[in-house]
């Protein structure tokens, strides 16, 4: 079993619904959860950042982490065709000094 | 503020032969990490360096190495490649000391290609 599992998708959505992902996890040493999106051909770009339990919310996009539940999320609110990518959560515990990443979900708005 | 600068963006090399890669990081940034990533493995973390010291490796062989110097850019080296080894390679930079409280940034990859 993987440390972090994420649903490969595809996942595809009209434009101007709402984007959920999520990932499980089975390291409790997880602290710091962090979303990336890639698009086609270049590196990850950080979306979101969260340390420990709770909310964040950024824009158009919500994180939310419950560590009871080792499950994470990502909510993408009002999506749009350039939200097309692929979205990768990441982990990481103290003092690990590595990331440990999700297989990543491809999403496609459509227009 | 630049970003983190990866070169070459794209090579071929041959089965045997060996390769380098190079991570220039974020201004200001001494921690770098290394990732390899393909279609069946996914984001597999390969090593990371603060001060030029190496503080992780990931479960790859000995054929993959790094460093980093004093000014914080790094290098890492493949020799004997396999074909297995075709992969975009990621380089990260972090400003802190730990991951904790500091989020990393990734460059836009090396394409390696082995044939």
């Known amino acids: 079993q993987k440390e972090v599992e994420q649903d490969p998708g595809p996942l595809s959505v009209p434009e101007g619904a709402i984007v959920s992902l999520n990932c499980t996890y089975s390291?409790?040493?997880?602290?710091?959860f962090m979303w990336y999106r890639q698009y086609s051909r270049k590196g990850p770009e950080l979306l979101m950042y969260?340390?420990?339990?709770g909310n964040k919310e950024d824009g158009r996009f919500t994180a939310q982490v419950d560590k009871s539940s080792k499950y994470i999320s990502l909510f993408i609110r009002d999506s749009q065709p350039s939200d097309s990518a692929t979205y990768l959560c990441?982990?990481?515990?103290?003092?690990?000094?590595?990331?440990?990443f999700g297989a990543g979900t491809t999403v496609t708005v459509r227009a | 503020k630049a970003g983190v600068t990866q070169t070459p963006r794209y090579l071929i090399k041959t089965r045997g032969q060996q390769v380098t890669l190079s991570c220039s990081p974020i201004?200001?940034?001494?921690?770098v990490s290394w990732y390899q990533q393909t279609p069946g493995q996914g984001l597999q973390f390969l090593f990371e360096?603060?001060?030029?010291?190496?503080?992780n490796k990931g479960n790859f062989p000995g054929r993959f190495s790094g460093r980093q110097f004093s000014n914080s850019r790094s290098e890492m080296n493949v020799s004997t490649l396999e074909l297995g080894d075709s992969a975009l390679y990621l380089c990260?930079?972090?400003?802190?000391?730990?991951?904790?409280?500091?989020?990393?940034?990734f460059g836009e990859g090396s394409w390696l290609t082995v044939v």
């Open positions: 201004s200001g940034h001494r921690s």
């Open positions: 990441a982990m990481s515990s103290p003092g690990d000094y590595k990331l440990s």
């Open positions: 990260a930079s972090s400003g802190g000391s730990t991951i904790s409280g500091n989020t990393i940034y």
């Open positions: 969260t340390y420990s339990s």
């Open positions: 390291n409790s040493a997880f602290q710091y």
């Open positions: 360096y603060f001060s030029e010291t190496q503080r």
